[in-house]
């Protein structure tokens, strides 16, 4: 991977997410397309493709550039670099699609880039398929490599034990690295497993909201996120089973949510929404 020239970066923040294994509905990619869009990042490098990718699992594309003329575009994973106003530091977007081979390799080419450019904090996005109903606030659990991070996020600590996906490898070589690293993974309901689901890419975006300390602009993510509720509202009416299904979860969710539902989750919140007042305002 050749970088292009960058100027130096101010303490800069990585976020990365990849499709496949790691990306249930798009949730977190998605998070990364709008924040490249949002932030004006700029892309300074690729990964070359022939390296990780088998091409009859990831398919190139073809397509019509701006000239009319056909282009083909190859699947990689890119890195870009944005400067958010007001956050006070830089940030590198990793976007790419989780490798078919030689993922140590890849990994290691990775961060090398991120070494390259400064890279403080890694912060990794997931997406899961779970049992949560659609009609309450989906659930987002974090993992840290150091304590200090745990306990400054109040992070709902997964207990995840199985395979794992490229997100999984990257923070473990991060932890091997002594470069601290922050995972976030959204828990989208099972039975709408079909790209998008904006709710979810919404609640990954708070919880980088409350890491970075900003308000991040979302532009229309909170009407297509209500679009979609509303939309897995008819669709489960329409069928009697799919309904009893959702209004179990729900009431499974409402019993274990009891206790988180004062204190410290809800000041978290609020604290969330006058931080997006007062800089709206």
């Known amino acids: 991977m050749e970088l292009e020239p960058v100027p130096d970066l101010v303490d800069p923040v990585v976020i990365a997410a990849f499709e496949g294994w790691n990306d249930a509905a798009e949730s977190a990619s998605a998070v990364v397309d709008h924040l490249m869009k949002v932030w004006d990042a700029r892309v300074v490098a690729a990964i070359d493709p022939d390296e990780y990718y088998d091409f009859q699992v990831n398919r190139p594309s073809v397509g019509i550039d701006e000239n009319g003329f056909r282009k083909l575009t190859w699947p990689s994973t890119h890195v870009a670099v944005a400067s958010p106003a007001g956050l006070g530091r830089d940030v590198i977007l990793i976007r790419g699609i989780e490798p078919n081979m030689k993922w140590r390799a890849f990994t290691a080419e990775l961060l090398a880039a991120v070494d390259d450019l400064g890279g403080e904090l890694v912060v990794t996005l997931g997406a899961l398929l779970a049992d949560s109903p659609h009609t309450r606030p989906i659930p987002v659990t974090g993992t840290a490599t150091e304590a200090e991070l745990v306990d400054r996020l109040s992070l709902d600590q997964s207990t995840y034990e199985g395979p794992t996906g490229i997100v999984g490898v990257l923070q473990d070589a991060c932890i091997r690295l002594d470069l601290p690293a922050v995972s976030y993974w959204a828990a989208v309901p099972h ?42 509202d008819e669709l489960a009416a329409e069928d009697e089973d799919v309904a009893d299904y959702v209004r179990s979860l729900e009431e499974s969710r409402d019993t274990a949510d009891l206790p988180e539902a004062s204190g410290e989750a809800i000041a978290r919140e609020f604290e969330r929404y006058l931080k997006r007042r007062d800089d709206s305002g």
């Open 191 to 232: 039975y709408v497993a079909q790209p998008p689901c904006p709710k979810a890419t919404l609640a990954i975006l708070g919880h980088l909201e409350e890491l970075l300390g900003i308000s991040i602009p979302l532009g229309d993510l909170p009407e297509e996120a209500r679009a979609w509720e509303r939309g897995v």
